[in-house]
């Protein structure tokens, strides 16, 4: 038997704050040996990474106090160190040099200021002691075993030259440096797209086989946690509820809160053969009521050839320079009581076609019908009554309300806006609106900051469907949503379609999201539409080389159905900024059956 | 409430309304409270102080350079032997009169215009920002001195000429507040449902772009007291009323024979000047929300 490099024991960290001592993780043991992976999964708010801080006396620097247990770390010499114990002038020559971190967001984690041979040589000078030049040479080392395309270039530019893969491979270089013992990653690959999220995960699996570096992975993915644990430690309000091997947790999770987290996970390909959306799994409530619309055949909004673009302006008299060429030629049609989504990667112009819908960016050109009234042409007086029609559920519920605003206000507001109930009716429908949702009328009189995310995001619904539209624009509307509470809201979205027959233009990244609930799917890359059809065509037969590599990508929920390295085939995203002279060529289709079109025409993939 | 989610840390620490959280913060903040309560005493005495102390701070009541506590005169006289507390307290209730109203001109002026700009963008925001940029640019005490010495030196004509100057700093935070805030996607929502630009610029954005508004605002106050000052230094004042600078003016001239007659109203100028400073301090700490999870 090993030493493990890393155990927790009994920990317990305490926050002070002006209502008290809260208790931020309580009573959690476990152990990290070399050469595995430790995965810490559990929603927003449950100690996972409280945890990881306290393993670095990190914790402190929040707020927070140590107040029980022991964190024992075997050093490279051999001994065993009480993390809980140690100084901090000594952890400073453990962090960073035994210990790496890797954090979430690539963009803020490199200093701007600074290129990337000083970032990545600055461990090295401080706990290796090496020179300039032998500093250097490791430097580059390690881009190559990152695997960055073009290392040598790289150590001389800095962080905005690079994309955010790149970004994170130097932030997991830098982890790298000093060949840490134990690597810490917190949620290395939350803000990534997927398909840059695949490479990530393959590296830092990867390179855990080549060091043996001891790795413990946060996050709150359990399609994540499915690719890259061999051991799972689940939490739930800072306390472990479960800990097993990965496929102890996916085949036979022991506790509730374990089952209830895995049931509310879509899993890509659990739909095959259906026809349509099905309500999310949940936990307690097995048998939902009502039943997914099939929909009917007659279109709602027709968009025909929609194109937006945004000026890049610079120079003296801040000219156009170029253009970004956002939504390009982009047709589709959305049949009334039908869910139809827009996937693709950040960048894609998912969102932009949403906006340009209801004209909150103003699109270049093309047609926008609902109900056979043009958008594109219309007045803004005329614009402001077709809003009526259309509404839009916005993907960070912490932002899209008012903080300043009574929750029925806010809910109230477009009542007011268009003068369609006033009086007692207004409250009525407000108090009728927030049962929909189903949320307590004590809510009403609350503020924004004293709700839980989910509960904004209903709050949000619930604003949308006060004018009674025929359709809601959901951007992201679930993305920033812990998976149990993302399960409940689509729920509601779908039960709502049901019995208001509504339409929903579900735009999202998330492709098992998506297959679980849309009737119709458009995969979009680069301002196009690069495939669109119903949703069993699209995801048992895809036929762009895009959407196939996309649906690659993405991680399944499920140990053994593991992705290697060798099974990703990227390149890199092409820029959408064209030159003021570019001619963007028209999107043509083939048909592949009926109502399954690709593109043909080039997609810049 | 099926809700599996639970509070976390941020959520019990925000449990309030932001002004009553805000309040609370200020309370905390012991310098800015004792601001607080001078400044109160400072407005109490400018109001209430000539019904309690009825000598006209214009009649000559004694013996010039008499030094106080002398003769039952607290602050002494000044050259003409008039009474320096009275000067003190009906200076104080003109100072502190053209301090706020020229805050308050400056404030309405400023976040018209940064609001305008921030709002529509595009060539309304260019327009109005080299506006500004102009009057940054001014030698702001001169550009008062031409309004006061071409329009006459009424109260009046002197808030303006401290308004028209200051507004600058007030349009550039709004401006940035709006630029920032029309990006959210509240507004966003907002303008989905049906919201009129007016009902945007005022409903909306406004309460949210506040408070760092407020703290200038607080800060203007004090400015303009200095700069009122100034200008009566100069003699650029109203000769039918008495305010602190031009107290302190008028009796440049014996500053080394009878230096309290300069001191004492510059002192009641920098403890006014510094409470609302403070205040302003406090008020940013409380207002500022990345200071207030500490």
């Known amino acids: 038997m090993t030493k493990p490099i890393a155990s927790f024991e009994n920990l317990r960290v305490e926050f002070e704050t002006k209502t008290g001592t809260v208790v931020g993780v309580e009573d959690v043991s476990f152990k990290i040996k070399a050469k595995e992976t430790v995965c810490v999964v ?3 708010g449950s100690g996972k990474s409280v945890s990881s801080l306290s393993m670095l006396r990190l914790v402190e620097f929040g707020g927070g106090k140590l107040t029980g247990g022991t964190l024992k770390f075997t050093r490279k010499s051999g001994e065993t160190l009480d993390i809980t114990k140690a100084d ?42 090496l020179g300039k030049e032998a500093a250097a ?104 509820v479960e800990e097993g091997t990965v496929e102890q947790i996916f085949e036979n999770p022991k506790h509730d809160y374990t089952k209830s987290l895995l049931a509310a996970v879509p899993k890509l390909g659990e739909m095959k053969g259906k026809l349509l959306p099905e309500p999310m799994r949940l ?87 609902i109900d056979g009234q043009n958008i594109v042409t219309m007045s803004p007086p005329e614009l402001r009554k077709a809003r009526l029609n259309m509404q839009m559920v916005f993907q960070d519920p912490f932002a899209s309300l008012n903080p300043q605003m009574l929750l029925k206000d806010q809910v109230a507001d477009p009542m007011r806006n268009y003068n369609t109930h006033s009086g007692e009716a207004l409250d009525k429908r407000v108090e009728m609106l927030f049962d929909r949702v189903k949320l307590p009328h004590s809510f009403l009189r609350r503020y924004p900051h004293e709700l839980s995310g989910g509960q904004r995001q209903r709050v949000a619904i619930a604003r949308a469907l006060a004018l009674n539209p025929k359709l809601i624009i959901a951007d992201e509307a679930v993305s920033a949503l812990d998976v149990s509470v993302q399960a409940q809201v689509l729920n509601l979205m779908l039960e709502l379609q049901s019995e208001l027959g509504l339409s929903f233009l579900f735009i999202s990244h998330d492709m098992a999201v998506v297959e679980r609930v849309s009737h119709d799917v458009g995969v979009m890359y680069l301002g196009r539409i690069v495939e669109f059809g119903p949703r069993s065509k699209i995801f048992e037969n895809p036929q762009h080389a895009y959407t196939k590599a996309l649906l690659k990508a993405v991680p399944i929920a499920d140990p053994r159905q593991r992705r290697s390295e060798n099974d990703l085939n990227f390149k890199p995203l092409a820029s959408p900024i064209h030159s003021l002279h570019y001619e963007a060529v028209p999107s043509a289709y083939e048909t592949i059956s009926e109502g399954h079109f690709i593109l043909t025409t080039d997609s810049g993939y | 409430m099926s809700d599996m989610e639970q509070r976390t840390t941020q959520d019990i620490i925000a449990e309030r309304h932001p002004f009553i959280e805000a309040w609370q913060m200020f309370r905390r903040n012991h310098a800015a409270m004792v601001a607080l309560v001078v400044l109160s005493l400072i407005g109490f005495g400018a109001i209430f102080g000539p019904l309690v102390y009825p000598i006209d701070p214009f009649e000559m009541v004694w013996t010039p350079f008499s030094p106080p506590g002398v003769d039952g005169f607290i602050l002494g006289t000044d050259y003409l032997g008039r009474d320096l507390l009275s000067a003190i307290i009906h200076g104080a209730r003109v100072s502190i009169l053209i301090g706020l109203s020229a805050a308050f001109m400056s404030v309405f002026i400023g976040v018209s215009v940064g609001a305008i700009a921030g709002f529509y963008r595009g060539w309304v925001e260019e327009v109005l920002m080299r506006i500004t940029e102009f009057f940054q640019v001014l030698p702001t005490l001169l550009f008062s001195m031409v309004i006061v010495a071409l329009f006459g030196s009424s109260l009046m004509m002197i808030t303006f000429s401290i308004g028209i100057v200051s507004w600058t700093a007030v349009a550039r935070i709004t ?28 409903k909306v954005i406004l309460p949210n772009a506040l408070p760092p508004i407020i703290v200038q605002a607080a800060l203007m106050v004090g400015s303009a007291i200095l700069f009122e000052a100034g200008l009566s230094f100069l003699g650029l004042t109203d000769p039918n009323v008495v305010s602190w600078g031009q107290v302190i003016g008028s009796n440049r001239q014996y500053i080394l024979d009878a230096g309290y007659t300069v001191t004492i109203p510059g002192i009641a100028i920098f403890i006014t000047v510094l409470c609302i400073s403070l205040v302003g301090d406090g008020l940013n700490d409380a207002l500022n929300p990345r200071l207030r999870q500490r």
Do not use: W
């Open chain 1, 283 to 369: 936990m307690g409530n097995e048998n939902t009521k009502f039943k997914p619309l099939s929909g009917s055949d007659e279109p709602l909004l027709i968009v025909k050839n929609l194109t937006t673009r945004f000026a890049v302006k610079g120079g003296f008299l801040r000219r156009t320079l170029a253009n970004v060429h956002a939504v390009e030629d982009v047709s589709f049609t959305l049949m009334k009581g039908k869910t139809l989504s827009l996937v693709g990667e950040s960048g894609c112009g998912k969102s932009t076609v949403g906006r340009s819908l209801l004209r909150l960016v103003e699109p270049l050109s093309g047609q926008v019908s």
């Open chain 1, 137 to 240: 040479k490791r430097a580059l080392e390690l881009l190559y075993q990152v695997r960055i395309p073009e290392p040598e270039r790289r150590l001389n530019q800095y962080p905005h030259e690079l994309s955010g893969g790149m970004r994170q491979r130097v932030v997991i270089a830098m982890a790298l440096a000093c060949e840490p013992r134990l690597l810490i990653a917190d949620e290395p690959t939350t803000a990534l797209d997927v398909t840059i999220q695949a490479e990530i995960l393959a590296l830092i699996d990867r390179l855990k086989q080549e060091t043996g570096t001891a790795v413990m992975f946060i996050t709150h993915d359990m399609s994540v946690v499915a690719q890259m644990a061999d051991r799972v430690v689940v939490m739930h309000r800072g306390k472990k």
């Open chain 2, 175 to 202: 401006r940035s507040e709006y630029l920032r805030i029309r990006e959210l996607e509240y507004v966003m929502a907002s303008r989905a449902s049906g919201s009129t630009d007016a009902k945007l610029i005022f």
């Open chain 1, 88 to 129: 901090q002038s000594l952890m400073r020559t453990i962090r960073g040099n035994e210990i790496g971190m890797i954090f979430q967001e690539p963009m803020t984690a490199l200093n701007p200021l600074f290129t990337v041979a000083q970032q990545l040589t600055e461990g090295l000078r401080t706990h290796k002691t």
């Open chain 1, 42 to 44: 559990g929603e927003s």
